[in-house]
């Protein structure tokens, strides 16, 4: 009884003392990785066995064993079917393991089991998610209702992205500054659908006068934009809420609008920039500034009258 009592203690200061343990096991995996040929990714597993050896290091996806080290064996790598990829061994060891040509049906957790050797055959593991990108085939499509407005107007514009997995986000921008985004709508379960992405932004335009426009516009700005971000989840792939924001032109009465679809960190595409201008700039204030819209105006009417003049000269 005291023996056992003696190999138990020992025991237990193995493991808590940490001789022959497994510390800091941890686990890289990209976030997202494009799919097809010549993509890969690569997954790392870091750990510190404190002087015992390695006996195993296993990789799954989801349940299924894709990848085993065993430093004993000969050769030490083994690989087991990946359906839709297949394991780079050149490139896989006892620290990392290079899928190359993945599909999107291969997103999902990631693990990494470590075994140290004997006696205590010390385990643990690690898991991350790692989704494989089908991007949209073209850069988003903007539409807006028009590209002249007037003081409190109401702008329309809509984006539309293709398919992809996973569904891209929207994000809108004006005069390159991010002002609102629509977050996709993912599936609970994998179903590794291919999903088209829509988002439809409302702008309406405030009258001000120009002493406010002043203090309130600066191109450097980003707080200028920033007053009415908004979010929106959506509950239902065909039911779409609007985005809104407010917004008082700059001084030259004429901006951008664009929309952006992302995913994560590895896709992002724009649409074309779509200018949107007043149709009749503001005349001269009374400081005397931003007079040229006047005189521009002035110069079309002069034109427009030499034209009616030279036209009746000629047919008279
Ligand atoms: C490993 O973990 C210990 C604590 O368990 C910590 O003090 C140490 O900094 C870690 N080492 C590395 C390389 O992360
Ligand atoms: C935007 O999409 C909505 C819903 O499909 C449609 O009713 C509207 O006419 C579209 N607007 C523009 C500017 O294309
Ligand atoms: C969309 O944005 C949300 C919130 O920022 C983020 O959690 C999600 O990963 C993004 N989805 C994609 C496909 O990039």
């Not at 724009?270 to 149709?279: A, F, G, N």
Request: hydrophobic share 35%; with cysteine.
């Amino acid at each position: 009884m005291k023996r056992i009592c003696r190999l138990f203690f020992l025991f237990q200061c193995l493991l808590d003392g940490g001789v022959w343990s497994l510390r800091n096991l941890s686990i890289s995996v990209p976030r997202a990785v494009l799919s097809g040929e010549g993509q890969s990714a690569l997954l790392r597993c870091s750990y510190d066995l404190e002087g015992a050896a390695l006996y195993s290091i296993r990789w799954y996806r989801a349940e299924d064993e894709f990848y085993r080290y065993v430093p004993r064996e000969m050769p030490p790598s083994m690989v087991f079917p990946l359906p839709g990829a297949s394991v780079d061994l050149a490139q896989s060891d006892h620290q990392q393991v290079r899928i190359v040509n993945m599909n999107r049906r291969l997103s999902g957790d990631y693990q990494c089991e470590v075994s140290a050797d004997a006696p205590l055959f010390h385990t643990d593991i690690r898991s991350a998610p790692l989704t494989v990108v089908d991007p949209p085939f073209r850069a988003p499509r903007l539409q807006i209702s028009r590209l002249i407005y007037e003081r409190n107007d109401v702008l329309h514009a809509n984006c539309s992205v293709d398919e992809a997995y996973p569904a891209p986000n929207i994000t809108w921008t004006i005069d390159g500054h991010k002002i609102a985004e629509t977050i996709s709508w993912q599936t609970s379960e994998q179903d590794f659908k291919e999903r088209s992405a829509f988002s439809q932004l409302e702008i309406t335009i405030l009258e001000t006068d120009h002493y406010k426009l002043e203090h309130t516009y600066s191109q450097d700005s980003p707080s200028y934009y920033k007053n009415h971000f908004s979010r929106n989840i959506e509950t239902d792939s065909t039911k779409h809420e609007v985005l809104r924001f407010t917004m008082t032109p700059p001084p030259s009465g004429q901006f951008a609008i664009s929309c952006v679809a992302t995913i994560y960190d590895i896709y992002a595409r724009s649409s074309d920039l779509v200018h949107v201008k007043e149709d009749s700039p503001r005349p001269a204030s009374v400081t005397g500034e931003d007079s040229s819209g006047f005189k521009t105006l002035c110069d079309v009417v002069l034109t427009f009258v030499c034209a009616c003049a030279s036209l009746a000269h000629t047919t008279l």
